[in-house]
């Protein structure tokens, strides 16, 4: 089973940084590929980054490539999102997933598990 839990979100001004932790309380979190997505006040919610189960494999939207690393922990079961060089753009809610496929998937129906979400707010 998979339980997904999101953290550190808040309020930070353009130009900061965050850093967003996404915990798995189930036992095949090192079996699965993660991701972040993020969804925006009236828009549909987007894919933002994803990370293969080994952690050597990641891939980003263009929207935030150079500026949001993703990275994983299997030996606490966390996923990982730094964001930095944050803009007021970047402010949503960003939901971690889980997804059992294999290669590089970025569309939502690829994810089978979710997490409740946390907040970004980023001021200019």
């Known amino acids: 089973q998979v339980h997904l839990v999101e953290s550190g979100g808040g309020l930070v001004q353009a130009g900061g940084s965050l850093r967003l932790s996404c915990a798995d309380s189930?036992?095949?979190?090192?079996?699965?590929?993660m991701g972040w997505f993020r969804q925006a006040p009236g828009k549909e919610r987007k894919f933002v980054a994803t990370?293969?189960?080994?952690?050597?494999?990641?891939y980003y939207s263009d929207s935030v490539k150079g500026r949001f690393t993703i990275s994983r922990d299997n030996a606490k079961n966390t996923v990982y999102l730094q964001m930095n060089s944050l803009k007021p753009d970047d402010t949503a809610v960003y939901y971690c997933?889980?997804?059992?496929?294999?290669?590089?998937?970025?569309?939502?129906?690829?994810?089978?598990?979710w997490g409740q979400g946390t907040q970004v707010t980023v001021s200019s």
């Open positions: 990370i293969s189960w080994s952690g050597d494999t990641t």
């Open positions: 997933a889980a997804s059992t496929l294999g290669g590089v998937v970025t569309t939502i129906p690829s994810y089978y598990y």
């Open positions: 189930g036992r095949a979190f090192s079996r699965n590929r």
